[in-house]
């Protein structure tokens, strides 16, 4: 069992950058998928960046270019690095994991059977 902890949500105005962090309570042996999703309010929940334990990476089209994630492997934690945030980013983001391969497309929810609890990320106007 893999227990993930979100941490950085908070509130920003436009334009404004923050980083969100997750911990995971145990090493996830390679090799595996973790990912950023978001649920805005009365909206599904979507994917927004993944990253392979190979480095290789899938970003939503809007937020490609000013949302990074990135992984330490020593501190077993994903990061997710935004700037540039608008109104529209506003959502509860989770943390979500999986061991193995994915051969689909890396941002799809049933693919992942570990989740955080979630960060609230609000940008205001």
């Known amino acids: 069992q893999v227990q993930l902890v979100e941490s950085g949500g908070c509130s920003v105005q436009a334009g404004g950058s923050l980083r969100l962090s997750c911990a995971a309570s145990?090493?996830?042996?390679?090799?595996?998928?973790m990912a950023w999703f978001r649920q805005a309010a009365g909206k599904e929940r979507e994917g927004v960046a993944a990253?392979?334990?190979?480095?290789?990476?899938s970003y939503l089209e809007s937020v490609r270019g000013r949302f990074t994630i990135s992984q330490d492997y020593a501190k077993n934690t994903l990061y997710q690095q935004m700037n540039n945030l608008n109104p529209e980013d506003t959502a509860m983001y989770y943390c979500?994991?999986?061991?193995?391969?994915?051969?689909?497309?890396?941002?799809?929810?049933?693919?992942?059977?570990?989740w955080g609890q979630g960060t609230q990320v609000t940008v205001s106007s």
């Open positions: 979500a994991a999986v061991r193995g391969s994915l051969d689909y497309y890396p941002l799809r929810r049933d693919a992942y059977p570990y």
């Open positions: 990253i392979a334990s190979d480095g290789r990476t």
């Open positions: 145990t090493v996830i042996t390679r090799p595996y998928w």
